[in-house]
């Protein structure tokens, strides 16, 4: 009877050690592993769930490999500051420079440095405030502007885009840089020319992600990990061609990494940190490796104010008008403010002179100013009062007038 009891409790030890292992080996396991058109369909809703986006204090900083070597150096191409978007491809953005370095190409010397630069685009207008440039380590205020009537070409640099982040994001992500597409239109037209997809499930930076690989040989591969438990984030991207078809040695084109993200608003899941290694375009051989971080991601804000997009043009600088022509000068406010109190005294001044003294100008009484009722004034002195106002403003506008050339 006691072994009978023995073995039974063994038995049934070994059921319930079983039926654990086969729930825990359930619970961890992958969902079905989804058809290339459902990703595909996955991908292009995601990329519609930004509605605008603040990433303050972005850095970007380089490092360079030369040809034949293993070794990454520090290079100088750098840039920070801080960028708003309003989550359109092409739309209205924002970029804060507080600093940017690049190659000086036949220049005063080797390196361009640029302080506190605006870009902006309202939708319709472009704005470009220049703050400090010149040689590296020597730059002086330049204080010029330019109004445009298009888009701004600093947005198109792939410095900028991949310093602001964006260029990391799933909405902005430009698979091939030769064109404009978003991954999902160049998702959608590999399902039409190319037959070779490989989809599972994988492991990234601790998370699991969803690996879909396209395959056209002998010329290109490219792979993109997708974070199907944050948003469809993208985590990291592979372009990969042959330089000698028919070889099975592949040259890495492009490696984009994105190791943190950041939850930015509800179920928005943006780049906190991010980098991306791919061949230098203005040294051949060479490869060049960008490394993001941002102190902050704020997305989808209600009270996102879109004036942002225009920002005031500061006093005292040229601005180079290429929607109306020519150019002006901002007026400095203390300066403007002055002349309209030097016009406001010589009405007072023209008043006295008029039939000898001017009728005095009744008040509000405290009692009628709450009730909204004003003081009274007499009509023939309000009517020269008005006119000479007019003239005095009209005086001041037509100096300011004077100074566009």
């Not at 160049?186 to 690989?213: M, P």
């Not at 007499?378 to 001041?396: E, H, N, R």
């Amino acid at each position: 009877m006691h072994l009978h009891n023995s073995l039974g409790i063994r038995v049934c030890g070994l059921l319930i050690a079983l039926w654990l292992t086969g729930a825990v080996a359930s619970y961890g396991q992958n969902p079905p592993t989804p058809d290339a058109r459902e990703v595909v369909r996955n991908v292009s809703n995601a990329e519609r769930q930004l509605v605008n986006i603040e990433v303050q204090e972005f850095d970007l900083i380089t490092q360079t490999r030369p040809k034949n070597t293993d070794k990454w150096e520090p290079y100088k191409i750098m840039m920070s500051g801080s960028a708003w978007y309003n989550g359109l491809r092409y739309s209205k953005v924002r970029i804060h420079i507080s600093q940017r370095i690049l190659p000086w190409v036949q220049g005063a010397s080797p390196w361009y440095e640029e302080r506190n630069r605006e870009i902006a685009f309202d939708g319709q207008f472009g704005r470009v405030i220049n703050g400090r440039s010149g040689p590296a380590g020597r730059v002086a205020d330049i204080r010029t502007a330019m109004l445009l009537p298009r888009w701004p070409t600093d947005f198109d640099s792939r410095l900028t885009q991949l310093a602001a982040g964006v260029g990391f994001s799933l909405g902005f992500y430009e698979p091939d840089p030769a064109s404009a597409d978003t991954l999902s239109k160049y998702l959608t037209d590999a399902l039409a020319h190319v037959n070779t997809w490989t989809i599972a499930w994988d492991s990234l930076y601790g998370d699991r992600v969803l690996r879909v690989e396209v395959f056209n040989d002998p010329v290109a591969y490219t792979a993109y990990w997708f974070d199907v438990d944050h948003g469809y984030a993208l985590r990291r991207a592979e372009r990969r061609q042959h330089h000698y078809p028919g070889q099975q040695v592949w040259d890495m084109v492009e490696l984009t990494q994105i190791s943190k993200l950041v939850e930015a608003a509800p179920g928005i899941w943006f780049p906190i940190q991010a980098s991306r290694q791919e061949l230098d375009p203005k040294q051949p051989g060479n490869e060049i490796l960008y490394s993001y971080h941002a102190a902050k991601i704020i997305a989808n804000n209600p009270s996102f104010d879109e004036s942002v997009f225009a920002p005031p043009f500061p006093p005292k600088v040229r601005v180079f008008d290429m929607v109306h022509g020519g150019s002006f000068v901002t007026a400095n406010a203390s300066a403007t403010a002055g002349e309209m109190d030097k016009a406001i005294a010589d009405i007072k001044t023209s008043l006295q002179n008029v039939g000898g003294s001017a009728p005095p100008i009744v008040a509000e009484s405290d009692s009628d100013a709450h009730r909204g009722v004003a003081g009274h004034v007499d009509p023939t002195f309000a009517l020269i009062a008005g006119a000479l106002i007019c003239i005095a403003i009209s005086i001041v506008v037509y100096r300011h007038q004077l100074r566009r050339k």
